[in-house]
């Protein structure tokens, strides 16, 4: 085939989708999947396919119109396939294909999907050349001849093992003409021998397919160095529960070597091999055992400039921010690409209470099939409601009732999970799984959570469909699931065939925690993970090992892990914690060079982390001295501000004393019921007010001035005679006073009497400043009363242009001020703190710029004898 096809495959049903590409991918064909019908309408109008397999029940929900019938509108000139399963009447479905297939086997597929291509073999005049094989005087026809020198030429342009023994197998099918074909290496130092390529084999078998290299058959050719061939003798048992009619296995030798066995099988089919086939085989074993030996070095070579290159780059990223959080985050993303593991924690060591606690994690995750994260839907009532109602459901980890989904978030540092599940058109898929290390601000939107399940489904089929690999493509999708629900990292998985159980496929994304912030892991029982961090030893273990030990048998069910390196984490002379580097894959030990390559980096790390946190100790003790520089100048400047008062208070004491006085004799000789009466009284009452607002403003100042002791004050009254004071003032600038106060009494609290009237105002005059020339300036004033804390609560807001964030936080400062100069003294909201913090309270801001600020005074009610 000269140029790639595109084909586009369009289904509910993730059977249909899968079979549709398993059965075509050697063929070199690009598939694009469409999941409805508005995604499949979608990518017709905006790409180009040179076919398309569609679900004949496919439909839009809507209006019911079928998607095969709709396409056809669309485009005339594209081949469409429709598969029709056999219990549907056809219903006119011919209509609007070129082609219609009812069973969904792999020769069905392929035949028609061909043949809508109009591929069509040529036929070849059978010229015969003659090759050493086993028998001089056999003869190979051209095609085979051809299918060697193509393979002998593809082999030399390609150094990528994966690709190398792709090309074998599928060449080793076709000079056989069997139906599978498949190359199996040896797993380490393990007695076992694992598929590293196959063809015409289905993905629910490749999955699993491993054979003990000591009672099987494709385990006696790697033994022994000889080729197996076995003609017609009814089943043959190839591994458990798989059997073939025909199978023949040739080993693949390199200077007497075995390095693995090359294999093809006729599972269906009656054909034998034959003396013929071992010899294109061996043959084409002695190809592939150059290529293989060629590929290896090549990869070690690149493996080795990968690691140097590697370890270079991970000092530049770990080093490049003295940030703490940085440096954790950093070092284990350099783990995952260094030593390519699937999940790298760093854990603080608490020695006083025997924990470990998580402070950075990297995850890139995929579990070994028959390995994954198992949830059995009985026990988690959360994941059964969302795939049972469709709805995204929240767990959280402090408040959520107890149930395996609370715990997994517990267990894996989380704060609360957003479950959401996966569906098709016709049928559930899974669920995703969204963890948040701390609690989200705001849920994500439902278009959000739609737009994550359909990215979750694609990365889900595209993962199966790669033999489980994280590629760029998987990256990417994973990375904008978790940016579209705000999560730290996420889970999907899928349902099992029986519906019960939720099996996870992957997990991805990053996440650092402040010290003593994520749940505490309890060591106190574990003596070997204590040991190990006391002595600075490393762990080496995996979940098959025979020495696996209590400790590290709890982090590996923990983490769903099946291999685990623990490296301590070594500064300031002593273990602070530790690194885990963690496999989902393999159930095998690191080897040396990993060991190696990981200790470099955590040696990296640990230098990096107490340089950061001597410049974050460094950079603390400068706040603290400049804040103590500051707090020097502001007593220098109120100790000023103290004498002044004294002097000032002085001054208009004197006068305020003899009004006072004065007004009094005058009132001695009026009726009580008289107007001049009443003037004379207000006069009295407002001389005495400020002869208090000067003996408050020296206290304020002046601490060793004496104090009026603390009683009893009715907050209500308060405010209501602060307003009405001020009411009328206000109101002349337009400014509209809205109060809602409680109808019921609210108990006193506890403060010096006359301080509360000038909290409240000093925050409505300011509000009156901050609403001058604004359209509708209201300001509103709200009393509330929390019987069971004990607290009363008073805010005065207003919907001026707000506070800009960055002077929030110095409002209450001493002479701190935004009015002109001669305007403000910046000690209003400074004098108020201490009012309010006098009678046990606190006072804060809000705002958002632009629409207002809110100023909250929380004060405790007076205790009962």
């Known amino acids: 085939m000269s140029s790639r096809k595109k084909i586009l495959v369009v289904s509910g049903d993730y059977d249909v989708l899968h079979q549709a590409r398993q059965s075509l991918t050697d063929l070199g064909f690009s598939f694009q999947s469409a999941y409805s019908h508005r995604d499949a309408i979608y990518a017709m109008r905006n790409h180009e396919y040179d076919a398309i397999i569609v679900h004949a029940l496919m439909t839009d929900l809507r209006s019911g119109e079928y998607t095969a019938r709709h396409l056809r509108e669309i485009n005339r000139r594209v081949p469409i396939i429709i598969y029709l399963p056999e219990n549907v009447a056809p219903n006119g479905f011919n209509e609007s294909a070129d082609h219609v297939v009812t069973n969904l086997d792999e020769g069905t597929i392929r035949h028609i999907v061909l043949q809508a291509l109009h591929y069509h073999t040529i036929p070849i005049m059978m010229q015969t050349i003659q090759l050493k094989g086993r028998d001089d005087s056999e003869y190979w026809d051209v095609d085979e001849v051809q299918t060697f020198l ?72 790697f033994r022994t160095g000889q080729p197996v061939l076995i003609g017609q003798r009814g089943p043959l048992k190839v591994k458990t529960q798989y059997f073939v009619n025909s199978l023949l296995y040739v080993p693949i030798l390199l200077q007497g070597q075995t390095l693995g066995v090359l294999g093809v099988n006729n599972r269906n089919k009656h054909d034998v091999f034959n003396g013929h086939h071992e010899t294109l085989l061996l043959n084409l074993a002695a190809y592939a055992a150059i290529a293989i030996e060629n590929a290896r070095i090549h990869e070690q070579s690149m493996r080795r400039a990968r690691e140097l290159r590697a370890l270079v780059d991970a000092s530049e990223a770990i080093n490049a921010n003295l940030s703490v959080d940085h440096t954790l985050s950093a070092t284990c993303e350099q783990l995952i690409r260094v030593l390519g593991l699937s999940q790298a924690d760093i854990l603080d060591y608490n020695r006083e209470y025997g924990c470990l606690q998580a402070r950075a994690r990297f995850a890139r995750a995929i579990w070994r099939p028959g390995h994954e994260p198992r949830f059995s839907l009985a026990d988690c009532p959360a994941m059964a409601h969302a795939l049972r109602e469709g709805q995204p459901q929240f767990v959280r980890a402090d408040r959520s009732p107890p149930s395996t989904e609370r715990d997994y978030v517990v267990q894996s540092a989380a704060r609360a999970m957003v479950i959401v599940p996966i569906n098709g058109d016709q049928q559930l898929f899974g669920v995703l799984l969204a963890f948040y290390k701390q609690l989200p601000r705001r849920m994500p939107t439902s278009e959000q959570l739609m737009a994550a399940q359909y990215l979750a489904m694609e990365g889900l089929l595209e993962l199966l469909d790669k033999e489980r690999s994280f590629s760029p493509s998987v990256q990417r999708i994973v990375d904008e699931i978790n940016k579209l629900c705000s999560s730290d990292w996420c889970e999907a998985g899928l349902l099992t065939n029986n519906g019960d159980e939720i099996t996870l496929h992957f997990r991805s994304g990053a996440a650092t925690w402040n010290v003593g912030a994520a749940p505490a892991i309890s060591i106190a029982e574990f003596f070997d993970l204590r040991e190990a961090l006391e002595t600075q030893n490393i762990v080496n273990q995996h979940v098959e090992g025979e020495l696996l030990t209590p400790g590290v048998h709890y982090l590996l069910q923990a983490t769903n892990a099946r291999s685990l390196l623990a490296l301590p984490l070594n500064y300031r002379g002593q273990t602070q914690g530790a690194v885990l580097c963690l496999d989902m894959e393999n159930s095998q030990p690191f080897g040396a060079r990993e060991i190696d390559l990981g200790r470099a980096v955590v040696g990296q790390a640990a230098t990096a982390l107490e340089n950061a946190e001597l410049h974050g100790d460094l950079a603390s003790s400068l706040e603290k001295l400049k804040a103590a520089q500051e707090m020097l100048i502001q007593q220098a400047r109120l100790s000023a501000m103290g004498e002044l008062a004294a002097a000032v208070a002085h001054q208009v004491n004197n006068p305020l004393t003899t009004i006072v006085l004065d007004t009094e004799l005058m009132m001695l000789q009026e009726p009580e019921d008289s107007e001049r009466y009443q003037a004379l009284l207000a006069i009295s009452r407002s001389g005495k007010r400020a002869a208090s607002v000067m003996r408050r403003l020296l206290s304020a100042v002046s601490p060793q001035t004496d104090e009026t002791p603390p009683a009893p004050i009715q907050i209500i009254t308060t405010i209501e005679d602060t307003i009405a004071l001020v009411k009328s003032h206000i109101e002349r600038d337009g400014i509209r006073i809205v109060t809602k106060l409680p109808s019921q009494p609210v108990p006193p609290v506890v403060a010096v009497p006359g301080e509360l009237e000038d909290v409240w105002l000093n925050l409505l005059l300011n509000a009156q400043d901050a609403l001058a020339g604004f359209r509708g300036p209201v300001i509103r004033v709200s009393v509330e009363f929390d019987a069971d804390e004990g607290i009363v609560q008073v805010m005065v807001a207003d919907n001026g242009p707000g506070i800009p964030e960055e002077i929030q936080q110095h409002v209450f400062d001493a002479f701190f001020t935004t009015k002109p100069i001669g305007v403000g003294t910046g000690l209003g909201l400074h004098i108020c703190q201490q009012f309010v913090q006098r009678a046990g309270g606190q006072i804060t801001v809000q705002s958002t710029p632009g629409k207002g600020a809110c100023f909250t005074v929380e004060l405790p009610v007076q205790k009962g004898d």
Do not use: C
């Not at 007695?191 to 290299?213: H, Q, S």
């Open 150 to 221: 193509a393979l002998t030429r593809s082999l030399t342009e390609v150094l990528d093992l994966h690709e190398v023994l792709s090309r074998v197998v599928i060449a080793a099918r076709q000079l056989t003409d069997a139906e599978e074909g498949m190359l199996l290496l040896p797993d380490g130092d393990s007695p076992e021998l694992y598929l590293r390529a196959r063809v015409g084999m289905d993905n629910a078998v490749a999955r699993n397919f491993r054979i003990k290299t000591s009672d099987s058959l494709a385990g006696q050719v």
